[in-house]
């Protein structure tokens, strides 16, 4: 007969309930950060568990960055406040078990650098610009030290432009992105025989960047992050992937 055809469904586990309705209550503003849990022996009470349930939830919860359960403390869990640690653990995750892969990756840096550098140009400060020329100066100092001292230097370019855009989510998946991107290509950095040449190329790349943002033209600074990012990862991207980072290109 002919008809639907539906897939085998797959038993959810008591925890996994108990974990949907706190993390619910979480997103709904119902628990709130520094609020407490009802204690083990309520919870198993109020959603008819066991003690090893509800012990379970406790543990994925805390493993998700929302609570924070002490052994033997008689109070209940408590609730955390977002943090972006929580953020990068998930996407460090979500990067080593390959659900992302590195052009995804590299894509969404392209556009977050490109937004960042757009808003910047239009919002920055004095203070902020003269933050960016000290960063390019220190990566001009460390081409001579040490590639980590020339990528610390680096990180703090860009995290001053994230900073001039205005926008913390901005600034917390610029961190993120970056460190796990970095991650995953460092050794292949690290062992370029011509790193010297990669960081003084990477120097001006920046000070085209900090020019463009000096001048108000976000426009321009977006381009020249989405060129500048494409320019620097795509030789470690698969070619197959490639076109997923040139479609961001003008």
């Given at each position: 007969?002919?008809?639907?055809?539906?897939?085998?469904?797959?038993?959810?586990?008591?925890y996994e309930r108990?974990?949907?309705?706190?993390?619910?209550?979480?997103?709904?503003?119902?628990?709130?950060?520094?609020?407490?849990?009802?204690?083990?022996?309520?919870?198993?009470?109020?959603?008819?568990?066991?003690?090893?349930?509800?012990?379970?939830?406790?543990?994925?919860?805390?493993?998700?960055?929302?609570?924070?359960?002490?052994?033997?403390?008689?109070?209940?869990?408590?609730?955390?406040?977002?943090?972006?640690?929580?953020?990068?653990?998930?996407?460090?995750?979500?990067a080593r078990v390959?659900?992302?892969?590195?052009?995804?990756?590299?894509?969404?840096?392209?556009?977050?650098?490109?937004?960042?550098?757009?808003?910047?140009?239009?919002?920055?400060?004095?203070?902020?610009?003269?933050?960016?020329?000290?960063?390019?100066?220190?990566?001009?100092?460390?081409?001579?030290?040490?590639?980590?001292?020339?990528?610390?230097?680096?990180?703090?370019?860009?995290?001053?432009?994230?900073?001039?855009?205005?926008?913390?989510?901005?600034?917390?998946?610029?961190?993120?992105?970056?460190s796990i991107v970095?991650?995953?290509?460092?050794?292949?950095?690290?062992?370029?025989?011509?790193?010297?040449?990669?960081?003084?190329?990477?120097?001006?790349?920046?000070?085209?960047?900090?020019?463009?943002?000096?001048?108000?033209?976000?426009?321009?600074?977006?381009?020249?992050?989405?060129?500048?990012?494409?320019?620097?990862?795509?030789?470690?991207?698969?070619?197959?992937?490639?076109?997923?980072?040139?479609?961001?290109?003008?």
């Amino acid at each position: 007969m002919g008809g639907p055809r539906f897939e085998p469904v797959q038993a959810v586990r008591a925890y996994e309930r108990v974990v949907e309705q706190v993390e619910e209550a979480i997103e709904r503003g119902v628990l709130t950060p520094g609020q407490r849990l009802p204690s083990e022996r309520d919870l198993m009470v109020q959603f008819s568990v066991s003690r090893s349930t509800v012990r379970e939830a406790l543990r994925v919860l805390q493993a998700r960055g929302l609570v924070r359960s002490r052994p033997g403390d008689p109070n209940g869990a408590e609730v955390l406040a977002f943090s972006p640690a929580t953020l990068h653990k998930s996407m460090s995750t979500l990067a080593r078990v390959s659900e992302l892969s590195l052009a995804e990756l590299v894509q969404f840096r392209m556009v977050l650098d490109a937004s960042a550098n757009l808003l910047a140009a239009r919002l920055r400060t004095e203070e902020q610009l003269a933050e960016m020329d000290a960063a390019i100066a220190r990566m001009r100092e460390a081409v001579e030290e040490s590639y980590e001292s020339f990528s610390a230097a680096d990180v703090a370019f860009h995290d001053a432009v994230a900073r001039a855009s205005g926008n913390k989510l901005i600034q917390i998946c610029t961190d993120v992105v970056r460190s796990i991107v970095l991650d995953l290509v460092s050794e292949k950095i690290a062992g370029a025989s011509d790193r010297k040449a990669l960081m003084l190329e990477s120097i001006g790349h920046h000070e085209e960047v900090l020019a463009a943002v000096r001048a108000g033209d976000g426009p321009l600074a977006a381009r020249l992050a989405r060129r500048t990012m494409y320019d620097y990862y795509a030789v470690y991207v698969p070619e197959g992937e490639r076109p997923a980072l040139l479609a961001l290109l003008e």
